[in-house]
Structure formats: structure tokens, C-alpha cells
């Protein structure tokens, strides 16, 4: 069993900062990816943010067009674990938002594994 804990949601003015972390625990191999997807009312669930466990000593990462330039994230790889700073938030940012972490659970098995998701609402 891999378990999959977020933090940090909330409700926040226009233009305001968020940190949201996450963090995986349990039988976990090995780490290809964990990333940050948002899903808001009536629309498809979409990928925010990823780090790529294997490049280097932080991760490749990787970003939607809509937060590029306003949201960072980042992973602490000792504790299998990744934060998402956002700043300059907009209205449109407002969705539910999970943590999602993949890749193997044993040599041979996979693992793909969601958090329970944490609210980000932004509004004046």
C-alpha cells in the first residue's frame, strides 16, 4: 500500500500565494514521476505540474502553459515528497486539487496512486 497526504489548501484573494505539499509513504520502489493535476466543476481532471524523479539531483520538471511563470514546483526526494508554490493566483485556478505519484511499487510492479485531493478557492 502507497499512501499519498496533502496539505495546504484554502481559500485566497486574487493575486495570493499558496503552498500545497505532498507526501508518499508505504511500499514504494522506485519514483518516475509525482505531480500535481487539478480538476474544477464540470471540467476534465488536468495535469499542473510534475517533477521527473530521475533527472539529476531535483527532477525535471515540468508545467501546464496556464501556470507557467506563477507556479513552482519542487521535491525533497529524501522524504519522497513535493511542494507546489503558487503565486499570482487567479480566479480560474480554482479547482480541487490532487497529488499524484507513479512508477514502481517492487521491480516488477507498478504504482500509480492519488492523494484524497485538498480545495484551492479563489476569490475577493
Known amino acids: 500500500q502507497v499512501q499519498v497526504v496533502e496539505s495546504g489548501g484554502g481559500l485566497v484573494q486574487p493575486g495570493g500565494s499558496l503552498r500545497l505539499s505532498c507526501a508518499a509513504s508505504?511500499?514504494?520502489?522506485?519514483?518516475?514521476?509525482m505531480a500535481w493535476f487539478r480538476q474544477a466543476p464540470g471540467k476534465d481532471r488536468e495535469l499542473v505540474a510534475r517533477?521527473?524523479?530521475?533527472?539529476?539531483?531535483?527532477?525535471?520538471?515540468d508545467y501546464a502553459d496556464s501556470v507557467k511563470g506563477r507556479f513552482t514546483i519542487s521535491r525533497d526526494g529524501a522524504k519522497n515528497s513535493v511542494t507546489l508554490q503558487m503565486n499570482g493566483l487567479k480566479p480560474e485556478d480554482t479547482a480541487v486539487y490532487y497529488c499524484?505519484?507513479?512508477?514502481?511499487?517492487?521491480?516488477?510492479?507498478?504504482?500509480?496512486?492519488w492523494g484524497q485531493g485538498t480545495q484551492v478557492t479563489v476569490s475577493s
Open positions: 499524484n505519484i507513479r512508477g514502481y511499487r517492487t521491480r516488477f510492479e507498478t504504482l500509480d496512486s
Open positions: 508505504g511500499s514504494i520502489f522506485s519514483i518516475v514521476h
Open positions: 517533477v521527473l524523479w530521475s533527472v539529476g539531483s531535483t527532477g525535471s520538471t
